[in-house]
């Protein structure tokens, strides 16, 4: 058997379960999977990059600021990855408060100084977090000086902040399915009423154009208190991909097992849909030159940058 290494994220999220599938689709064809939840997030990417894990999957809110060079990247760059597969896996960015704030805008926040305690991945400058924040008016630092407090979401992290009373505001990926990260959403809705708050328009318009999001809108009673169609960005791309310089065999491999085997997508925890006529297209890399000759055998349509 020949060992592969694939960089997931957090045990049991998305990226995780892809390398699940990609696993039990290989193993027929003398490939051993390894998942490491060490590439969560921002790592994911160097991982692959710099040749720890042979195969990764993560999606364009990290490729985007990747390709614009953002230092937390590691220097990854996109001109030397190139992508296997491209699977649907649906999720919205989710901006909630608390109810008892008696807030309708984030532009309150500063308005009346309120030390809230946010809930979100980091907020450093340059980052999506930062992003919204800035748009309504403010800073992490900001919101620090008048008694705010910042709390990381991260599924690999074992804190209770929501379940401790110790969260007023949530900003995060929101989507189907109880996983590490998806749970603080269980929790919140669960334990508080939480006001669902619009994405604005220029918001939206900015975290199109730099931080990989698509237009869309979080489904009616997706949680509790998703009482309509929330305005907001979406991802419906998780990209399985590997080094565009992988020798030709592995990556054609798992393009022909996963889609011989595709059903197996649909036994996972989270909503995967394996969509042929989307599989080959993405817009972020090049497919790797082994998979392209196979979808185009296939006649599976492609479209890359």
């Given at each position: 058997?020949?060992?592969?290494?694939?960089?997931?994220?957090?045990?049991?999220?998305?990226?995780?379960?892809?390398?699940?599938?990609?696993?039990?689709?290989?193993?027929?064809?003398?490939?051993?999977?390894?998942?490491?939840?060490?590439?969560?997030?921002?790592?994911?990417?160097?991982?692959?990059?710099?040749?720890?894990?042979?195969?990764g999957?993560?999606?364009?809110?990290?490729?985007?600021?990747?390709?614009?060079?953002?230092?937390?990247?590691?220097?990854?760059?996109?001109?030397?990855?190139?992508?296997?597969?491209?699977?649907?896996?649906?999720?919205?960015?989710?901006?909630?408060?608390?109810?008892?704030?008696?807030?309708?805008?984030?532009?309150?926040?500063?308005?009346?100084?309120?030390?809230?305690?946010?809930?979100?991945?980091?907020?450093?400058?340059g980052?999506?977090?930062?992003?919204?924040?800035?748009?309504?008016?403010?800073?992490?630092?900001?919101?620090?000086?008048?008694?705010?407090?910042?709390y990381?979401?991260?599924?690999?992290?074992k804190?209770?902040?929501?379940?401790?009373?110790?969260?007023?505001?949530?900003?995060?990926?929101?989507?189907?399915?109880?996983?590490?990260?998806?749970?603080?959403?269980?929790?919140?809705?669960?334990?508080?009423?939480?006001?669902?708050?619009?994405?604005?328009?220029?918001?939206?318009?900015?975290?199109?154009?730099?931080?990989?999001?698509?237009?869309?809108?979080?489904?009616?009673?997706?949680?509790?208190?998703?009482?309509?169609?929330?305005?907001?960005?979406?991802q419906?791309?998780?990209?399985?991909?590997?080094?565009?310089?992988?020798?030709?065999?592995?990556?054609?491999?798992?393009?022909?097992?996963?889609?011989?085997?595709?059903?197996?997508?649909?036994e996972?925890?989270?909503?995967?849909?394996?969509?042929?006529?989307?599989?080959?297209?993405?817009?972020?890399?090049?497919?790797?030159p082994?998979?392209?000759?196979?979808?185009?055998?296939?006649?599976?349509p492609?479209?890359?940058?």
């Open positions: 058997m020949t060992k592969i290494l694939f960089a997931g994220s957090t045990v049991g999220e998305p990226w995780w379960l892809a390398g699940e599938v990609v696993r039990d689709a290989v193993r027929p064809h003398g490939y051993e999977v390894d998942i490491t939840d060490e590439s969560a997030s921002n790592h994911n990417l160097p991982w692959v990059w710099g040749g720890k894990a042979q195969l999957a993560t999606v364009p809110e990290h490729f985007a600021p990747a390709k614009a060079g953002r230092p937390e990247y590691g220097g990854a760059k996109l001109d030397d990855l190139a992508a296997i597969a491209t699977i649907v896996r649906p999720s919205w960015l989710g901006l909630a408060v608390r109810a008892e704030l008696g807030i309708s805008n984030l532009r309150e926040v500063k308005q009346k100084r309120i030390p809230v305690r946010l809930f979100s991945p980091p907020a450093d400058d980052t999506l977090v930062d992003a919204v924040l800035r748009y309504h008016g403010f800073s992490m630092e900001e919101l620090r000086s008048w008694g705010g407090q910042h990381r979401w991260s599924g690999r992290r804190e209770s902040h929501v379940r401790d009373n110790e969260v007023d505001v949530m900003l995060g990926n929101i989507y189907h399915g109880y996983t590490p990260h998806g749970r603080f959403w269980f929790e919140a809705t669960t334990l508080y009423e939480m006001r669902f708050l619009d994405l604005e328009p220029g918001l939206i318009d900015t975290l199109v154009k730099h931080h990989g999001f698509e237009r869309g809108s979080i489904p009616e009673l997706l949680f509790p208190f998703v009482d309509r169609e929330i305005p907001s960005v979406k419906t791309q998780m990209i399985i991909y590997c080094r565009k310089d992988q020798p030709d065999r592995l990556p054609e491999t798992v393009a022909r097992a996963i889609d011989e085997q595709a059903h197996l997508f649909k996972k925890r989270v909503p995967f849909y394996y969509e042929r006529d989307r599989i080959g297209k993405n817009d972020f890399l090049p497919l790797h082994a998979v392209e000759r196979y979808y185009r055998a296939k006649g599976y492609i479209s890359t940058p």
